[in-house]
Nanobody, 120 residues
Framework: QVQLVESGGGLVQAGGSLRLSCAASVSSFSISAMGWYRQPPGKQRELVATINSVYSTYYADSVKGRFTISRDNAKNTVYLQMNSLKPEDTAVYYC??????????????WGQGTQVTVSS
């Protein structure tokens, strides 16, 4: 069983910063890749950034140079540092994880989401 809980969202002015956290509670699973997605109002969910078990990262073009994804395996937590925030970054941000059970089955899990609002 894998449960993901996001935190750190809030209201910030354009140009400001926020750091999101996603804590994973696992039982009989090994988490491999983790990532952050976001869903702006009235739009589809989109990929923001990913990080795998050997700390290789990927970023969407829209956030390159501004966002940084990291993970702390000892705390089972993934982070998203967001700098130079823009109004278009406003969205519900979701944590995602791929986990492998003892049987070798790979499953994908989602957190409940945390709201990020960037004002002009």
């Amino acid at each position: 069983q894998v449960q993901l809980v996001e935190s750190g969202g809030g209201l910030v002015q354009a140009g400001g910063s926020l750091r999101l956290s996603c804590a994973a509670s696992v039982s009989s699973f090994s988490i491999s890749a983790m990532g952050w997605y976001r869903q702006p109002p009235g739009k589809q969910r989109e990929l923001v950034a990913t990080i795998n078990s050997v700390y290789s990262t990927y970023y969407a073009d829209s956030v390159k140079g501004r966002f940084t994804i990291s993970r702390d395996n000892a705390k089972n937590t993934v982070y998203l540092q967001m700098n130079s925030l823009k109004p278009e970054d406003t969205a519900v941000y979701y944590c995602n994880a791929a986990a492998t059970g003892s049987s070798g089955r790979v499953s994908t899990y989602w957190g409940q989401g945390t709201q990020v609002t960037v004002s002009s």
